[in-house]
């Protein structure tokens, strides 16, 4: 999923540690002298590096993702920008606000107008209706009766649960109670979605209907999300750009397309190896400049198929396969580029 369109920013996280433990101070004051390492940090101090230096721009309106295998810290980032957690150190920015400096009553307000989050639990009152789950941070906000309940009619009509307002938790299948938990974070109209690996218990079926649910809405309301996952083909699917986390660090923030054809390092070069490259990556990484292509080859045929240089491989495949001509490449209607059936099969294989 590739997207250009954000470039303001919503979340800024500078700098920011967690370390566990009745010692973090002493800690963090060692790993910054001695550059202790993190099994280094539990034998001398007893404690925890959770998060370790930390810095991220997360632009308004992109779906963030952030994975990494169980204990890479991704869970305990993304409940810093609410302040779930507090950092050992370093600061964080929501829509221009330092969250840090918030008092209680301040943080209270953020987090119930401009922040919602949706967990992997679904965390439903089985004792109220649907309508009244939906409506739950209104109501904890004061919004009267009659204007909460249409407002959350609304939502549930937007996440397809029309009709079921009045059923109870226990009636709805898994995937219908994710669809009341997503629903109840929307109702309030946050600014910031954080989604904490949401679909990761329900069957692939259904997790799939609700990716794509999720990437509709997403697309249409415009939320800045922090979606965290620990499904590699999951973030590719749905996330604009995509952070992998490893022992608390950042190992590399980028388009999925860019960590699949230029991994960091070894340890994501092996997280992405047996990912498809066929929606992935597009015709202007695997393309042939065009001046180049016509200093080697001459004229371009004038019959030959023209695609837009976000076509995948996949795309670029079909098209193949019904001619011998090259593929023109375009972008802004002009011709960048020439895909031949060696530079396609090369971009297949990872060349």
């Known amino acids: 999923m590739q997207d250009t369109r954000?470039?303001?920013?919503?979340?800024?996280?500078?700098?920011?540690w967690k370390i566990f433990g009745d010692?973090?101070?002493?800690?963090?004051?060692?790993?910054?002298?001695?550059?202790?390492?993190?099994?280094q940090v539990l034998e001398r101090f007893d404690c925890v590096v959770a998060i370790a230096d930390v810095n991220l721009n997360i632009r308004a309106g992109e779906i963030f993702c952030v994975m990494g295998l169980s204990g890479s810290g991704k869970s305990t980032l993304v409940r810093h920008i609410n302040r779930l957690l507090e950092p050992s150190s370093g600061r964080i920015e929501v829509g221009g606000k330092d969250v840090m400096a918030m008092d209680a009553a301040e943080l209270r307000q953020f987090r119930n107008e401009h922040v919602a989050m949706v967990f992997q639990s679904f965390g439903l009152m089985p004792h109220r209706s649907i309508r009244e789950n939906v409506a739950l941070p209104l109501e904890i906000r004061g919004t009267g009766k009659t204007r909460r309940w249409d407002a959350a009619d609304r939502v549930i009509e937007m996440v397809k649960l029309d009709g079921w307002q009045d059923k109870y938790p226990h009636e709805l299948s898994g995937g219908m109670q994710q669809r009341v938990g997503l629903a109840r974070a929307l109702v309030a109209d946050p600014n910031i979605l954080l989604m904490d690996e949401p679909f990761s218990a329900l069957d692939p079926l259904i997790r799939r209907e609700l990716q794509d649910e999720f990437m509709a809405l997403s697309a249409k309301m415009q939320k800045t999300?922090?979606?965290?996952?620990?499904?590699l083909d999951e973030a590719i699917r749905i996330g604009h750009r995509i952070a992998i986390m490893k022992d608390g660090r950042m190992i590399q923030?980028?388009?999925?397309?860019?960590?699949?054809?230029?991994?960091?390092?070894?340890?994501v070069?092996?997280?992405v190896a047996g990912i498809s490259?066929?929606?992935?990556?597009?015709?202007?990484?695997?393309?042939?400049?065009?001046e180049v292509y016509i200093q080697n080859e001459g004229p371009v045929p004038a019959n030959a198929?023209?695609?837009?240089?976000?076509?995948?491989?996949?795309?670029?495949?079909d098209i193949a396969i019904s001619t011998?001509?090259?593929?023109v490449v375009t972008s802004g209607g002009e011709e960048i580029g020439i895909v031949t059936r060696t530079a396609l099969l090369n971009g297949i294989r990872g060349g």
Request: aromatic residues 4%; without cysteine.
């Open 6 to 16: 954000h470039t303001g920013s919503a979340i800024k996280v500078e700098a920011i």
């Open 253 to 267: 923030v980028d388009t999925p397309e860019k960590i699949i054809t230029n991994p960091a390092d070894d340890y």
């Open 324 to 327: 011998e001509d090259p593929i």
């Open 269 to 271: 070069a092996a997280f």
């Open 23 to 39: 010692r973090e101070e002493e800690a963090l004051e060692a790993i910054r002298h001695s550059h202790l390492s993190k099994d």
């Open 277 to 290: 490259r066929l929606k992935v990556v597009f015709a202007h990484t695997v393309m042939i400049p065009l």
């Open 225 to 231: 999300t922090v979606f965290i996952t620990h499904d």
């Open 305 to 317: 198929p023209r695609v837009h240089e976000e076509s995948t491989l996949g795309e670029l495949i």
